[in-house]
């Protein structure tokens, strides 16, 4: 009996309401229901990341033309909307789109520049970030029996998040534990993917206790010029790539209705999974040798852990969430990326000190040929009341990255705290980060970091 309810839950999406935001008073968020069952509805949710951050830029950055070490400002890291369309138990229609990394600067409509009403910061346009349908061979609820298939299958085509890899690869962007995701685990983002998203199809589905990812994609074409001895996003015509995901949940059995895993429960479930995945594309990139052009495969795999779960006193709604993972790049030789999120900075040409070799303003060695381990840990503090007005989740996070195009390893640290007011529905998250800075690929000068308070809202 409780498998059928829990598949009924899953089929409906209300798995991903209550129990994945950590709020009580939310249920299934917006939903019509086109049926008087409720199997037939429209869900729609719509969020907003504010971003209110102090960054120590690196040396010799220009804001809009202006020298500075420190730069505040106040940007969209994120506005957004979904609409999932259940038509009957089978099928299913998810459309998501939205908008990034809007700043005072940057972030506005392709073409926009200088001031006045089409300023280089404004109007962005709005784009799909998702668009696919899908259609359950096996559904996980039997529409005839209403009992639980303990083997479920769905097939989806379209522009979709289904890229395998990791959990963080897929991760929800509504339930960060932490300000946001590392980045680097997203690792073809908007050079040959549109927003860590292709066009391909999917599979997915349960066999118990295992949940599977597989796809099939046409990557997004890269026309970098190779240089000597370093690979880049160079794939002419690109040849499909492959990606999958299998993973096996101990205890409670999260949702795979939509792909977005989730990054803390909030104390409402008890998990712990494992899981491994990769992402292979033939050719994805090229470099000279000798002045001779080669091609080299994209070839990238990751195993990795997650806890969530209440610790302690029941009544005290206390939790642990954790988060590990170790990610085997190969994008051929020397390939590395350098980037920073709503970076607002450019290199000043006169500035005759020594350079950050990941550029100006906060980038920072993204990602490359190489090893990278990533973890984080958090705590929701005990609660102080039956329903307090806030719960308290401190945390911290800390990255590794060994790339093969700089001769020393990189730490880079972050340290926050999490104020939910309701749930991930509503909540503040303060959070500071430091990152290298290499000035040569063998040499390190400090650290510099970055202050964010991200106001979050969701429903």
């Known amino acids: 009996m409780k498998k059928t309810i829990f598949a009924i839950a899953t089929v409906l999406g209300y798995a991903t309401g209550v129990q994945a935001q950590g709020s009580s008073d939310y249920g299934a968020g917006m939903k019509l229901n086109v049926n008087p069952e409720g199997t037939k509805y429209v869900r729609l949710i719509t969020w907003s990341q504010i971003w209110m951050r102090s960054v120590q830029n690196n040396p010799g950055t220009l804001v809009n033309g202006v020298s500075q070490n420190n730069t505040f400002d106040i940007g969209a890291r994120r506005l957004r909307m979904l609409v999932q369309a259940q038509m009957n138990p089978r099928f299913m229609v998810l459309a998501h789109f939205g908008i990034n990394n809007q700043t005072f600067l940057n972030g506005g409509a392709p073409g926009t520049s200088g001031t006045g009403g089409y300023g280089q910061g404004k109007k962005p346009e709005l784009f799909f970030h998702d668009f696919w349908g899908e259609y359950a061979i096996i559904p996980a609820l039997n529409p005839d029996t209403k009992k639980a298939n303990p083997f479920s299958m769905s097939f989806g085509a379209g522009l979709h998040y289904y890229l395998g890899l990791s959990r963080m690869t897929m991760h929800s962007t509504l339930n960060f534990m932490t300000v946001d995701s590392p980045v680097f685990t997203w690792a073809t983002i908007e050079n040959s993917d549109q927003f860590a998203r292709m066009f391909g199809v999917f599979l997915k589905g349960k066999a118990n206790k295992f949940e599977y990812r597989l796809s099939l994609n046409k990557p997004f074409a890269t026309n970098i010029t190779p240089v000597e001895g370093v690979a880049v996003d160079n794939n002419g015509v690109s040849k499909t790539s492959t990606a999958g995901y299998l993973e096996y949940q101990f205890f409670d059995q999260e949702s795979n209705v939509l792909p977005f895993k989730v990054g803390s429960y909030v104390g409402t479930k008890r998990v712990f999974n494992i899981g ?84 100006a303003g906060n980038a920072r060695p993204l990602l490359g040929t190489g090893t990278m381990f990533y973890t984080q840990a958090g705590i929701v503090l005990p609660k102080s009341s039956e329903k307090p007005k806030v719960r308290i989740q401190p945390f911290g996070a800390y990255t590794w990255k060994k790339l093969e195009a700089l001769s020393k390893s990189g730490n880079y640290y972050d340290l926050g705290t999490n104020f939910y007011l309701e749930g991930h529905h509503s909540k503040i998250t303060l959070q500071y980060s430091t990152r290298p800075i290499y000035i040569a690929k063998d040499k390190i000068d400090g650290s510099k970091g970055e202050f964010i308070i991200q106001f979050q809202t969701y429903l």
Do not use: C, W
């Not at 002045?291 to 209440?310: E, R, T, W, Y």
């Not at 302690?312 to 954790?322: D, F, I, Q, R, Y």
């Not at 900075?345 to 500035?351: A, E």
């Open 276 to 359: 491994a995945g990769f992402y292979n594309q033939p050719q994805g990139t090229q470099s000279l040798k000798n002045g001779i052009a080669q091609k080299h495969n994209i070839s990238l795999m990751s195993v990795d852990a997650f806890l969530d779960m209440p610790i302690g006193k029941k009544e005290k709604n206390t939790a642990l969430t954790l988060y590990s993972g170790i990610y085997k790049y190969n994008f051929g030789p020397n390939y590395i990326r350098n980037a920073g999120i709503m970076n607002v900075g450019t290199l000043d040409p006169k500035f005759e000190g020594q350079k950050a070799l990941a550029g």
